[in-house]
């Protein structure tokens, strides 16, 4: 019989961050809720969604990225560790690093910072275009995993 006495339990919360919930991926973007998503997906589509419910705001996300990644070229993504529509923020992705440190947890004022430009001018440009609210855009950076498509 084996002991695992000396061995790291990746489910105890003495277990160091990075062990148990990597991030390795920091993307930067335009970062909004799910309230701003369905507005944004209603005024796209002129579909109703219902925003107490996952599915409906998961819908709205599918049509807003489908939309964006026609038309546009720009990739979206839900971002949040919690499968709630509180919890729930989605991001314009416009700049993408990859991050080994990074982990669920990992303090935001340690991460690199990012710079706008002219990348972000032209989705900002398309976002207002096609509806958004401008006052509620807000760019910003998350950790994340790192999709398959990526």
């Known amino acids: 019989m084996t002991s695992t006495v000396n061995q790291p339990d990746i489910t105890s919360n003495s277990t160091p961050l990075d062990r148990r919930f990597p991030r390795t991926l920091l993307v930067a973007g335009y970062i909004f ?10 005024h796209l589509t002129g579909n109703q969604y219902d925003l107490e419910k996952v599915s409906h705001v998961t819908q709205a996300f599918g ?6 990644q026609k ?11 919690e499968v709630t529509v509180e919890d729930m923020l989605n991001i314009v992705v416009t700049q993408i690093r990859d991050f080994p440190d990074g982990c669920v947890g990992y303090p935001e004022d340690k ?10 001018a ?28 990526w």
Do not use: C
């Not at 809720?33 to 209603?42: E, I, M, N, R």
């Not at 038309?71 to 560790?81: A, S």
């Not at 991460?111 to 972000?120: D, I, K, S, T, V």
């Open 111 to 120: 991460l690199p910072q990012f710079n706008e430009g002219a990348r972000e």
């Open 71 to 81: 038309k546009y070229g720009i990739t979206m993504q839900v971002m949040g560790e």
């Open 33 to 42: 809720d799910a309230q701003t998503l369905v507005q944004w997906a209603q």
């Open 63 to 68: 049509h807003v990225q489908a939309l964006a």
């Open 122 to 149: 032209r989705v900002r440009e398309v976002m207002i275009k096609e509806g958004f609210d401008p006052s509620k855009l807000r760019f910003g950076r998350k950790l994340t995993g790192r999709p398959k498509y």
